[in-house]
């Protein structure tokens, strides 16, 4: 019983900097292309377009919500927000480098606006919840924004206030959201990048809290 509390609240913490894994120098292989719209995963992207960062979860089930998105142009599931350099799936799950898992997006800012990305994420998972989304539980699937500049961090506080109003209505709890600067993203491997379209039956653990998110004009980016 000891060691299962223990493993617990490994999950639950984030590790010191000194007590994550060492992780390796060069970067994991991953998928070339979108295995949905073909388009080059790691770029060039088309000058013009934006990139926004999200984590809410498992990143099978986000990174479909977002590619589905008139206006976004591709995206990419990948870890972030922690301490080990080019880290491995089975390192994240064991809550020892820190990183979320989380969806990268890139998106044409002339058809779909960071405002309405922000909703989208809202209003597809419970962010109340701390180290967990259901019963995906530990660090990595907490819930964070990585903000790309001053516009997309502002916008970003102004929509969690303002849902946060509307949850407090509903008598929901605190929203325990990361909204931080954009860490260095790391692809995750080529079998979960875009894994729901490979596997239409897999496990999607999304789920919303059922109340809408008015995000606010002070939040358009």
């Known amino acids: ?11 639950y913490t984030m590790p010191k900097r000194e007590e994550a894994l060492p992780g390796r120098d060069r970067a994991i292989a991953t998928a070339r292309e979108h295995h949905v719209s073909k388009r080059p995963l790691k770029g060039p992207y088309p000058e013009g377009l934006e990139t926004a960062m999200f984590g809410l979860g498992c990143f099978w089930g986000a990174e479909r919500l977002f590619w589905q998105i008139e206006g976004v142009w591709v995206t990419a599931s990948g870890y972030a927000g922690g301490f080990t350099p080019n880290p491995t799936y089975q390192e994240t799950c064991t809550g020892l480098t820190g990183h979320a898992e989380v ?5 044409d800012p ?11 994420f809202w209003e597809a998972h419970d962010p109340t919840q701390g180290m967990r989304q259901g019963n995906d539980v530990g660090t990595t699937y907490r819930s964070a924004i990585y903000t790309f500049g001053k516009a997309q961090h502002d916008a970003a506080v102004a929509s969690r206030d303002a849902y946060q109003a509307s949850l407090t209505a509903a008598g929901r709890g605190r929203i325990t959201t990361e909204i931080a600067e954009a860490p260095e993203f790391y692809f995750a491997e080529e079998e979960h990048q875009q894994y729901l379209a490979k596997n239409p039956y897999g496990y999607c653990g999304l789920k919303g809290t059922g109340v809408a998110c008015a995000v ?3 939040a358009a980016a």
């Open 216 to 218: 606010p004009a002070s």
């Open 110 to 120: 002339k058809i779909v606006s960071y405002a309405t990305l922000l909703k989208i």
């Open 1 to 11: 019983m000891f060691f299962l509390s223990d493993m617990l609240n490994k999950k």
């Open 103 to 107: 969806v990268l997006v890139v998106f």
